[in-house]
């Protein structure tokens, strides 16, 4: 896979490019832009490569339009956000946009890598802890519920058709935590049976 990593700051750009050639993270190769049109252009010509972008000098109304976007022309195209925005809202319009991973700039250095590996490698929502920390208190007005963010990488794979057993192995979780999840999310989406959960979470607007 080739990675594409978008930042408008130079310094960034080849940080980042540094950190990741001195890690054991795999990628054919890593093509840097300094404009996310010219990064979207390149993805348009090519195949198996996925999206880091640092959002530090894109602005709110635009991102949205962005991921908007690539949902609808690249929707096989991985993407992690590196971000300064610790706004619960906003996280939740990436997630919803299709993003699999978000990284808080302040978490790069320890979880960027981790992320990355996690989000385009095995295909898994990752979330460095600072979202994490975050989203445990953002209210999505599910039946006045609150869902946490292992709930959310529980809810990802199951719109995969993935197994309790395949989930557990993947998040590193219990098959007990698995179902503690599965409960959750029918009680916050307000459904009856684990195979309804899907829909119900379409409707809701959170996949």
């Not at 302040?106 to 295909?123: G, I, Q, V």
Request: hydrophobic share 45%; aromatic share 4%; charged share 20%.
């Amino acid at each position: 896979m080739e990675l594409v990593f978008v930042s408008r700051d130079c310094l960034v750009r080849k940080g980042i490019q540094a950190m990741i050639h001195e890690s054991d993270l795999l990628f054919d190769g890593i093509v840097l832009f300094s404009s996310v049109q010219r990064a979207v252009e390149h993805l348009a010509r090519v195949d198996g490569a996925g999206l880091l972008l640092d959002d530090q000098h894109e602005r709110l109304m635009e991102m949205g339009q962005l991921m908007a976007g690539l949902q609808q022309n690249h929707p096989n195209v991985p993407i992690v956000i590196l971000s300064n925005r610790l706004s619960g809202e906003y996280i939740w319009q990436m997630i919803q946009g299709g993003v699999k991973g978000y990284v808080y700039r302040n978490d790069a250095s320890d979880y960027l890598l981790h992320c990355l590996e996690t989000a385009m490698f095995r295909d898994l929502l990752s979330l460095s802890p600072g979202v994490e920390g975050v989203l445990r208190a953002v209210d999505i007005s599910l039946n006045n519920g609150m869902i946490k963010p292992y709930d959310l990488k529980v809810l990802r794979m199951l719109t995969q058709g993935a197994s309790n057993v395949e989930i557990a192995v993947a998040l590193t979780m219990s098959t007990r935590t698995v179902g503690r999840a599965k409960e959750r999310l029918m009680s916050l989406l307000g459904v009856e049976t684990p195979n309804l959960i899907v829909d119900a979470a379409r409707r809701k607007g959170l996949i």
